[in-house]
């Protein structure tokens, strides 16, 4: 499973971004998937997931009423609408598929995001 994630850039506080996540599987309606991210000198944290077939959504409490998890199994992409941008919310934001497990075995590459202040 191959991930690329894609959107990523420096905005300044309040601003948005939305972030892409596309898989070239014809069986990506069947994963799992998420968003994670990793600032500088920090663990790995969780952002935001999605069912396969979007219906339900599940967020971290920092990016809640923020940030938007969506996608297009017709496209194979996912997304994160990422609105209201706080400098805190600075890091490599990574897309992951969880393939029949409950783990997320597949990674994308990374997108970073840079919010100034």
């Known amino acids: 499973v191959q991930l690329q994630a894609s959107g990523g850039g420096l905005v300044q506080a309040g601003g948005s971004l939305r972030l892409s996540c596309a898989s070239s599987?014809?069986?990506?309606?069947?994963?799992?998937m998420a968003w994670f991210r990793q600032a500088p000198g920090k663990e790995r944290e969780f952002v935001a997931a999605i069912r396969r077939m979007a219906e339900s959504t599940y967020y971290a409490d920092s990016v809640l009423g923020r940030f938007t998890i969506s996608r297009d199994n017709a496209k194979n992409t996912m997304y994160l609408q990422m609105n209201s941008l706080k400098p805190e919310d600075t890091a490599l934001y990574y897309c992951?598929?969880?393939?029949?497990?409950?783990?997320?075995?597949?990674w994308g590459q990374g997108t970073l995001v840079t919010v100034s202040s």
């Open positions: 992951a598929a969880s393939v029949g497990t409950p783990q997320y075995d597949y």
């Open positions: 599987e014809r069986t990506f309606r069947t994963y799992r």
